[in-house]
């Protein structure tokens, strides 16, 4: 006969077996929380990449996990696996990710029973055995959750399938035919993708690559369910479970709380990185260890068994945790109950509390609403008949507390689980430098230099403990770059395919793929470059290095630095011009040349008259100065010095030259040119002044130009010319002045007209004993570069000028003796078309600059030197001198000297 009790239990049982059936066991957090959860890991884990030597090595694309990927997506939400829809779908990186959070529940019951892993095992197992009865007659698969997200064979979407498809992406053969799809006979994967090309099949690989890895941080998420650390089917109600939503999980991103007791084991949360099970064990058994669910309450002193009448976890107990008294509506009114708290260092969460009665009328523990709520009741009222229903409860409220300690954890392990999937990969090369050999060649000459390339993609999987635990290492075959870059910009590349971690065919010129040893050409002095060379070439300047977009990250190597062009430079002045004074026919320069790039060189000096070659060794950095004596000079010679540059071989690597020209010099001094002083300054009162030789040294010089103009040239000729104008000035201004007599019908004598035109040519600055020549000469010429700066310098020193005795007229008109004292307040000079900035005192040194422009810039100019100057008179007992009781004094005077002409025609 059957009992009342027993054909109630029976009932009871049915009722229990609907709502398990209904979907039971239970999922973890929802589905949308989980895919929160995901989001959240992502941001913690690239916020956190950037510092990490794989990641330095290998850094995400520009695109990084934006980049779109076409695979396999999930389409349905079923209970069974006969609804279970799957669809080609194209997603970010992320998105698969993501995603991957919600498809792992999909479809449920097939997915419910493999997410639980009890890190105690006290059923004997660590997979779920409680009410597998029930859920048996649909599935009981003996699979724990962390088996299941990790490795299980059964499961396509797996971290170890995560990590293989990445493997896969990473390793396709571009020289082998294509697989004709992509499938399996798992009822997840059994839609067939075909790849339309061997881009698109790395795209699929990383499609699943990133799904499966979604679907293994949705496991491990997992494991901060505490009913699913434990063996608690809970197919009726989770309070925590069920009260837990996205806006928990974002809330809790942004500011994450992690207790100190599972800290160590963060490595996103400051601890040390743990292999992937290791991983999935300690969160799991941070959680089973501090947290309880519904149906596991237990306390040993005070004899509280489990609701589902599982063994006892060993904690928390009832005195681990802090207590305090609440007052909480009742059926008859407010009840006061006993609510205790998980303490977890600075934070606390209410954790269990006692039990009234049903709660129908308790706001904090029914407030989920539709099925859940409906399904809530009905557990407990089910519980409640098969006297089940303990003497604790966990109101749905307490999900926020809880889940604030909780859902940190799932964002930094999975961040972890991210870190680990990423392999350390460093694409590495090294060049070897050698000489091409080049046959009836100047010796001098420097051959072509071939630097060969020797690369390959490393994959350091000891540094990776999830691929060394998975026994799985890449050996990267795809496609690769060769870089040319000059400072920012890129130059070329050239297309390199890699098989097995080495490069194994490079791009011809004609565009096809061969193989071939990968070289770079650099081009020296003995000859040119062949096309299959010039192709690649690498010029002073430019580096070269390899390049790889694989796997969402781009890998470079360390790249072959091209050394800057190597030069060698004479130091200002370009353009030297050496004056002969009196009977001199010796004069002495410093030459200074400098090198690039800063290391040690032979210099080598050939000063161009016949003199002894001289060498001068130098360290990095340091300039070669060289003190030549120029001999047997007269006016006309010109000599073009120069210093080269040689290797160890004695072959030249650079070379440059001055130019230098010898003139017949004049000591000039600031009155040389009296004419001016006794008509166009006050100094002209008294035509009978002595005025004093002071010295004026002028030193012109030019930077910016180079080479010669030679004499049959058109330039050369205009250079003839213009010399020769120079040098006959006197004639050409004698010609036009007894022009313009003529018109006047004025007539003069040979020695009127000498005077004159010595008159004449004083006012210009063009006087003296030896013609226009010495006052104007030529002081150089040479070729202007488009686009290359050009620099005019002077340098200027004018002797003290000391007290001028005149006589001048005063007030009675009578000449009256006076002192006039001059001085020189600044100056600058001019080339026709700008002038230099002005310089206070008598002394020092200006510039002008220029970038030529041909058609615009002169080819030849002038340089004149403007002094500005004071003049102020004294008696000669020092009393100021002047007329009517104002002294008399002169601000602001000027008076120009030539200096010379410079013929240099724009190239």
């Known amino acids: 006969m059957i009992s009342i009790e027993g054909s109630f239990k029976k009932s009871i049982l049915a009722l229990t077996a609907v709502l398990v059936f209904s979907r039971a066991p239970a999922d973890a957090w929802s589905q949308p929380p989980h895919r929160q959860i995901n989001l959240e890991a992502v941001k913690v884990f690239l916020a956190q990449a950037g510092g990490k030597e794989k990641f330095t090595m290998g850094p995400f694309s520009g695109k990084g996990l934006s980049e779109p990927l076409r695979g396999l997506a999930v389409t349905s939400s079923s209970l069974l696996a006969s609804g279970f829809v799957s669809a080609e779908a194209g997603l970010s990186a992320q998105s698969w990710i993501i995603n991957g959070g919600d498809w792992a529940d999909e479809p449920h019951l097939y997915s419910s029973v493999r997410h639980f892993y009890d890190p105690l095992s006290l059923s004997g197992s660590a997979w779920l055995t409680d009410q597998s009865e029930i859920h048996g007659h649909y599935d009981s698969p003996s699979i724990d959750a962390r088996t299941w997200g990790l490795s299980h064979s059964d499961n396509p979407f797996s971290f170890f399938v995560a990590l293989s498809a990445y493997k896969a992406a990473l390793e396709v053969r571009d020289d082998l035919p294509l697989p004709p799809a992509l499938s399996s006979l798992h009822f997840k994967t059994s839609l067939s993708l075909a790849p339309k090309d061997h881009e698109d099949l790395r795209s699929l690989q990383l499609a699943r690559a990133y799904r499966a890895l979604g679907e293994a941080m949705h496991m491990l998420g997992d494991m901060t369910q505490p009913a699913h650390v434990r063996n608690d089917s809970h197919p009726a109600d989770e309070p925590i479970e069920a009260a837990v939503f996205s806006d928990h999980v974002r809330r809790a991103a942004a500011a994450p709380f992690v207790d100190s007791r599972i800290r160590p084991f963060l490595a996103s949360a400051g601890g040390k990185l743990q292999e992937p099970a290791e991983l999935f064990h300690r969160v799991a058994s941070f959680v089973n260890g501090t947290f309880y669910s519904l149906d596991t309450i237990y306390d040993k002193e005070s004899k509280v068994l489990p609701n589902n009448r599982q063994k006892g976890y060993p904690s928390p107990q009832l005195r681990d ?242 050394e800057d062009k190597t030069e060698v430079t004479v130091l200002p002045p370009r353009v030297l011009v050496l004056e002969l004074i009196d009977d001199a026919s010796e004069a002495e320069h410093e030459f200074e040349a400098s090198a690039v790039p800063k290391k040690p060189h032979l210099f080598e000096w050939d000063f161009g008259d016949g003199s002894p070659v001289v060498e001068d060794r130098k360290g990095p950095g340091e300039n070669s100065v060289r003190v030549h004596r120029f001999t047997g000079l007269k006016p006309g010679d010109s000599f073009a010095p120069a210093v080269r540059l040689l290797d160890e071989k004695g072959r030249v690597l650079a070379e440059d030259s001055v130019s230098v020209t010898v003139l017949k010099g004049e000591k000039r001094h600031f009155f040389e040119n009296r004419t001016f002083w006794m008509t166009g300054s006050p100094l002209g009162n008294d035509p009978t002044a002595d005025l004093p030789t002071v010295p004026l040294v002028l030193s012109p010089s030019i930077s910016g130009i180079d080479g010669e103009i030679t004499p049959d040239s058109p330039e050369g000729k205009r250079l003839a010319q213009l010399t020769e104008g120079v040098a006959k000035a006197g004639d050409y201004m004698k010609e036009q002045m007894a022009k313009e007599m003529a018109k006047m019908g004025i007539s003069l004598s040979d020695a009127q007209m000498a005077e004159a035109l010595i008159q004449a040519l004083s006012m210009a600055g063009l006087g003296g004993q030896d013609g226009p020549v010495q006052r104007r000469p030529v002081l150089g010429s040479g070729w202007q570069h488009e686009g290359r700066p050009v620099t005019l310098s002077l340098a200027v020193s004018i002797g003290t000028i000391p007290p001028l005795r005149l006589y001048m007229r005063g007030e009675k008109d009578q000449p009256e003796p006076v002192e006039a004292r001059m001085a020189v307040r600044n100056w600058f000079f001019t080339t026709g078309t700008q002038s230099s900035p002005s310089v206070q005192g008598s002394g020092g040194s200006a510039s002008v600059s220029w970038t030529p422009e041909k058609g615009k810039t002169p080819e030849s100019f002038a340089l004149d030197l403007v002094v500005f100057y004071s003049l102020e008179f004294f008696k000669r007992t020092g009393e100021p001198w002047g007329s009517e009781g104002v002294p008399l004094r002169y601000e602001n005077m000027s008076v120009s000297f030539p200096v010379g002409v410079y013929f240099c025609p724009v190239k």
């Open 321 to 562: 945790l802090a207590v305090e008294k609440k007052k909480i509506p009742g059926f008859v009114g407010e009840r006061e109950v006993r609510r205790f708290y998980g303490v977890f260092d600075t934070e606390r969460a209410a954790m269990i509390q006692d039990r009234l009665s049903f709660h129908w009328f308790d706001p904090e523990q029914s407030f989920v609403s539709d099925f859940e709520g409906a399904k809530e009741k009905a557990g407990r009222a089910a519980a409640a008949a098969l006297r089940r229903l303990g003497p604790f409860q966990v109101p749905h409220a307490f999900a926020a507390e809880q889940g604030r300690i909780l859902l940190p954890v799932a964002i930094h392990a999975c961040a972890d689980l991210m870190d680990l999937f990423y392999p350390t990969l460093e694409l590495r090369a090294e060049y070897e430098e050698m000489e091409s050999e080049m046959e009836g060649v100047d010796p001098r000459a420097t051959p072509v230099r071939i630097i060969e390339v020797k690369a390959s993609m490393k994959h350091h999987s000891e540094k990776d403990p999830a691929w060394k635990a998975n026994g799985l290492s890449i050996s990267y075959s795809g496609p690769a770059l060769l870089v040319v870059r000059e400072k920012d910009k890129t130059v070329y590349e050239r297309k390199i395919l890699f098989v097995k971690g080495e490069p194994k065919q490079i791009e011809t010129a004609d565009g096809k793929m061969e193989e071939a040893p990968l070289r770079l050409f650099a081009a020296g002095t003995a000859g040119p470059l062949s096309e299959e060379e010039l192709f690649y070439e690498i010029k002073p300047g430019q580096e070269a290095f390899l390049r790889i977009e694989a796997g969402s990250r781009v890998f470079e190597s360390v790249p072959w630095k091209e």
